[in-house]
Structure formats: structure tokens, C-alpha cells
């Protein structure tokens, strides 16, 4: 069974990731920081404008190709392994 945990569309930056994001924009695409800076400040989590459209695509795509993607489900399945299997699964 394969899976995929998708939280949502769109990007996050820790501390140190987002000067460095912002210093790149600066450095190939003057001027675009500053829009960055206007829509998102300096937020840890920023969701993708095309977040709906983008999560059904997932969706759509997940299904078609019969990967799990239902959050709840995963960890449901996640839940039927015994703690041995589990840290047995976390070393590969």
C-alpha cells in the first residue's frame, strides 16, 4: 500500500530558511521580495493561491493512480501496526 500526507499546497520556510528564501529573491529577481514580503510577511506556513484547485488535482491524481491520500485513512492504517513493525518500517 503506498500513501501520501499532504497538509495542503504551498511552502514553509523556518527561521534562517526564510532569510535565506529572501536574499535569493533578491539576488535573481529584484524586487520580488517585496511582494513576497506585502502577501506573506514572515510567516513559517504560506498556502499556495491555487491551494483548491491544486488539492483536487492531488486528489483527482491519487486516486486515478491508487495511491492513498485520505489523511485519516493513512493513519488509520498506520494504527494496525504493532509498535515493533512500526520502528522496524522507520529504519528503511
Known sequence: MH???CFGI???LRDGDLEHFYAALDRHF???KQK???KYGFCYSCTSDNHP???ALFHDECEKHGVMHDVGQIFGYLN???DQELRQLSRL
Open 30 to 32: 529584484p524586487g520580488l
Open 53 to 55: 484547485a491544486l488539492m
Open 3 to 5: 500513501g501520501i500526507l
Open 80 to 82: 494496525e501496526f504493532s
Open 36 to 38: 513576497y514580503i506585502q
Open 10 to 12: 504551498g511552502t514553509t
